[in-house]
């Protein structure tokens, strides 16, 4: 994929997450030139559509009120792309919600949808340090874990059109129970939550002091950023968690990588931002000991580089691309 647009033109790029959103608005250089970003929980009598809507108008607003030629979305799953229906989100309360079709009605511009990791990849891809390559994976282990497979060029959708969900491959059949309801999920073995609640429980028994003094046992207060001062500060048995949850993490991306064979596996998301070193170390241990020999020779691993940005990134090039094929 090669996103163009002209000189003069703009569009959109919008990450509805779970925690925040944000709208930026691109230039035909893929230059952001304004943005707006939110809490995702929006008030009592504010519908989540209606809080997008206003995030978007205020990024515009913030680019100095430049035409816009197209809205690109990275929303949670499951959803359809080719419609831009979401299916089901617990966390905004859709449920076969029209969120393409209500974007493209308030703008009056076209709209494309995908899922957000799925374009976190892409974003990656497009705008990365893998730009030359055809067959990329996007491994983003956070709060949740997500990725994003890109197969001959292509985000790969698969039959469900919701393809790529790495954080629920299995990978302890007798493991922790996850949010699915399957056990020994990916995500229920090393996302964040899984992290914190095994340091939660180190804490609450004197194992952790610098989470305690700093944190107490409050799940949600145990967030990578933090996790990442307990280790510098000498939190062993912190360290050794976070290590386990990030081999784990290289055996996820050993069976991505024995399966589709890409020619790069790019690892983002919280934890690794916060832990890089750790993380590469772990993986590339579990990698010589989990993957083919002669498949590891052909992939290239490495940190993601748009950070935060990503998603939105995605979704600028996403709705370029569909621009051009109109
Ligand atoms: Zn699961």
Known sequence: MKPVLNAGEFVVGLDIGGTKMMACVFDHKFKIIGRCRKKSKSGKDEKPEDRIEKIVREAITDAGEVPIRGIGVGSPGPLDPGTGVIIDTPNLGWKKFPLGQVLSDAFGVHVAVDNDVNLGTLGEWVFGKVKDCKNVVGLFPGTGIGGGIIVDGKLYHGASGSAGEVGHM?????????GCGKRGCFEALASRVAIASQIAALAARDDAPYILRNCGTDLGKIRSGVIAKAIDNGDKMVEGVVRK?????GVAAANLI???SPEALVLGGGLVEAMPNIYMEEVTTALKQHTMPFLLKFVRVMPAKLGDDAVAMGAAALIADRLNQK
Do not use: K, Q, R, S
């Not at 949850?245 to 993490?249: N, R």
């Open 170 to 178: 299995t990978l302890e059949i007798d493991g922790p129970y996850c």
């Open 258 to 260: 024995n399966v589709l």
């Open 245 to 249: 949850a990030a081999f784990y993490t």
